[in-house]
């Protein structure tokens, strides 16, 4: 095998892997990837490196060296990384210079669609990252949010600007690598692998006298008759068969679906999420009162299930 290998050092460090995939080297150690659809026509122009979320500065002078270890892959190395580039796929994978790996792409997709706010034509974009589950065993951020979570491996997270909501579109890893997902739409951290399609759902007045309602008991005299006619009860009761795998399973709800079933987006609620297993046994997972604006999304705590066993989630 021959591998051929240049060294470069240049200002204007912007590799054009493919005609889809350039690497730009900042520093040798902030690498930026773009990455066009296999839609995009190849006669048309290449969008700018302009963003209106971040601000760029001038990039460093970066020696790197330029190898092509395989015949479908280019290995850009620099004095903190090794940057591995599939022509065929255009995925890219990092990993340091003692060649330890550290995360990797494993698939994106782009899906054209009709933006109906700007009138023109634009994509979804699905990409998914394969991380190294020795050295990382968390990561944080992606802004700020209601709903207890910290380590977001695994958990739902909607990246949209709320009231008591910020919206941050990037990760940071126990590990001290981070990726910040340049986009200005919309975007889902961990997006649902399932959507939970037309739940069983009942909606009545005090259905339940038992339930606290912000700490009180609706069956408590004291509580007027005026605020308890305020009140109705949305129960949702959700069938789930697991796969064949035991594990933790996590639940994420967008509060714009819940308007479908007649509920208020806004003014006071108080949330319950419980599973009943298949013995009749009840397990209360996550409790959530908010008295003034209702979040866009919420993230509920994950719960055990073992492989096909089947419960009934209850909100």
Not at 195 to 201: C, E, L, Q, S, T
């Amino acid at each position: 095998l021959m591998v051929i290998a240049t060294v470069v050092r240049s200002q204007v460090v912007n590799i054009s892997i493919t005609d889809r995939l350039t690497v730009w080297l900042y520093a040798p150690h902030i690498v930026r990837i773009t990455t066009l659809p296999n839609s995009y026509d190849a006669d048309q122009a290449r969008p700018t490196a302009t963003s209106r979320i971040v601000t760029y500065v001038p990039p460093q002078a970066v020696d790197y060296i330029l190898s092509y270890p395989e015949a479908d892959s280019v290995l850009i190395q620099t004095s903190s990384l090794r940057i591995v580039c599939n022509t065929s796929t255009n995925l890219v994978s990092f990993y340091d210079t003692a060649t330890d790996f550290i995360l990797a792409e494993s698939m994106k997709k782009f899906t054209p669609i009709f933006d109906t706010a700007s009138h023109n034509n634009t994509y979804t974009v699905l990409q998914a990252w394969q991380i190294s589950p020795r050295t990382t065993q968390a990561i944080y951020g992606w802004g700020e949010y209601q709903n207890g979570f910290t380590n977001y491996i695994g958990s739902t997270v909607r990246c949209v600007p709320f009231n008591t909501e910020a919206c941050i579109p990037m990760v940071m890893s126990n590990a001290a690598w981070g990726i910040y997902w340049n986009n200005l739409g919309v975007s889902t951290l961990n997006s649902l692998r399932t959507a939970v399609v037309n739940p069983v759902v009942s909606v009545g007045k005090n259905q339940s006298l038992s339930v606290p309602y912000f700490g009180a008991n609706l069956s408590d005299p004291h509580i007027s008759e005026q605020y308890k006619s305020g009140c109705f009860w949305f129960n949702f009761s959700i069938p789930i068969t697991a796969s064949n795998i035991d594990g933790d399973r996590y639940f994420f709800t967008e509060f714009d679906s819940w308007q479908n079933f007649g509920a208020s987006h806004s003014g006071q609620a108080y949330i319950e999420f419980s599973v009943r297993r298949s013995d009749g046994t009840d397990q209360m997972i996550d409790v959530w009162n908010y008295t003034s604006n209702i979040p866009s999304s919420l993230a509920m705590q994950p719960f055990y299930m073992t492989a096909a066993e089947t419960v009934t989630v209850e909100l």
